[in-house]
């Protein structure tokens, strides 16, 4: 079979505490103008010294409800999808980009697996990095380098770094120079 894949991974962002973090900014964030709305548009009581009208306080209530929902749900359709076939390694970062990045074997210089620190060397997780130095991650501190032959370097976040490792060794793809 022509260019069959060979491995594919697909990560999403499941840190407990993020998700807990963005659950609370959506329930809380709307919480004292809703309550404001409530009590000025059913009870008849101003909500603070200097009272909204009533079409202003139900603006301002559902631009606190989108807003932190927002983030919640880019969250949810965030994924990181990195497919290896026989002529390279496709990646892409959904939603922010919506087709493959393809990366041939014979563009690359370097191809292995390493250790990293998020934080320190790209600033975080995400769509992370300047200039030619980029980083495609979810979680975790275990990533695919890529570097290309004109120095594009980047760091593709994995959860199998011993399957990946092992696919390019049998590909003759493993390269770090």
């Known amino acids: 079979m022509a260019n069959e894949i060979l491995f594919t ?3 999403r962002f499941k840190q407990k ?3 807990a973090l963005l659950i609370a900014m959506a329930v809380f964030i709307p919480g004292p103008t809703a ?3 409530i009590r000025q548009f059913f009870f008849g009581q101003q909500f603070s010294n200097n009272p909204f009208s009533s079409n202003g306080l139900i603006l301002l209530t559902i631009v606190n409800v989108v807003l932190p ?3 919640l749900v880019l969250f949810a359709f965030m994924k990181l999808e990195t497919v290896i076939k ?3 390694i496709y990646v892409r970062f959904l939603p922010f980009q919506l ?3 393809f990366y041939s074997w014979e563009k690359l210089t370097e191809c292995y697996i390493r250790e990293y620190s998020a934080v320190n060397e790209y600033g975080g997780w995400g769509l992370k990095g300047f200039g030619k130095n ?3 991650n979810v979680s975790g501190n275990i990533g695919l380098q890529l570097e290309t032959k004109d120095g594009f370097r980047l760091l593709i976040g994995t959860n199998n770094p011993k399957q990946i490792e092992e696919l390019l060794r049998k590909l003759k793809q493993y390269r770090n120079l």
């Open 134 to 136: 980029k980083a495609l």
């Open 86 to 88: 026989e002529d390279g």
């Open 17 to 19: 505490w993020l998700w």
């Open 35 to 37: 309550l404001g709305l």
């Open 99 to 101: 087709q493959s990045k």
């Open 9 to 11: 991974e697909t990560q």
């Open 69 to 71: 929902i927002f983030p």
